[in-house]
């Protein structure tokens, strides 16, 4: 049983990074394709990227990319998310996700809890 | 604005069937399976129905998805008020070469 733990909630100031993390346990990240979606307050999902399992790269929304990255820790079995430049708007709860499926049937099985990133001067 | 369309709300009474549509194009929902998710106030959202049809395990056979041209749907039979929840169709699309999310549908049990 996969099980992720996010980091906490962080504020920041526009234009500042933040860094979320999501930890693995119950498998190894060799074996599974993480992603990230995001969720602004009383908004809709919103998928910025993840490990392309047929492609063997992280692939990232075309919305995101240039100001995020995505990276992974094998050795903690962590991934990291990096979003750079931050708005008003980048207020949002980030969520990690694992990928099931194969070439494009492929969907978000496990989920974390989420992680509020709050972007206000 | 959301790739794929969804209606804002659907409501039903108890036991009732609700039904909940997810229109795309030809990149998305008409090439590629569709997937649903369940989401409560505050929480994650939680897989409802992948590959356009099939459950996870765990979830109630009231739950069935299906998908025909460019739209998809999911209805959910014998409606219960632990039903009350937002719904989000999802797919994966070709000319964006990324997944897309439908806008979301509160369901509410009248």
């Known amino acids: 049983q996969v099980h992720l733990v996010q980091s906490g909630a962080e504020v920041k100031k526009p234009g500042a990074s933040v860094k979320v993390s999501c930890k693995v346990s119950g498998f190894t990240l060799n074996e599974l394709s993480m992603h990230w979606v995001r969720q602004a307050p009383g908004k809709g999902l919103e998928w910025m990227g993840g490990?392309?399992?047929?492609?063997?790269?992280?692939i990232y929304a075309q919305k995101f990319k240039g100001r995020v990255t995505m990276t992974e820790d094998i050795s903690t079995d962590t991934v990291y998310m990096d979003l750079r430049s931050l708005r008003s708007d980048d207020t949002a709860v980030y969520y990690c996700a694992t990928q099931m499926g194969i070439t494009t049937d492929w969907y978000f099985d496990v989920w974390g809890r989420g992680t509020l990133v709050t972007v206000s001067s | 604005q959301s790739v794929l369309t969804q209606p804002p709300s659907a409501s039903a009474t108890p036991g009732r069937r609700v039904t909940i549509s997810c229109s795309g194009s030809g990149s998305n929902i008409g090439s590629n399976p569709v997937h649903w998710y369940q989401q409560f106030p505050g929480t994650a959202p939680k897989l409802l129905i992948f590959?356009?049809?099939r459950r996870p395990s765990g979830v109630p056979d009231r739950f069935s998805g299906s998908r025909s041209g460019t739209s998809a749907s999911l209805a959910i039979s014998g409606l219960q008020s632990e039903d009350e929840a937002d719904y989000y169709c999802a797919a994966w699309d070709d000319s964006l070469h990324g997944h897309v999310f439908g806008s979301g549908t509160k369901v509410t049990v009248l």
């Open positions: 490990f392309d399992s047929e492609e063997g790269k992280i």
């Open positions: 590959s356009s049809h």
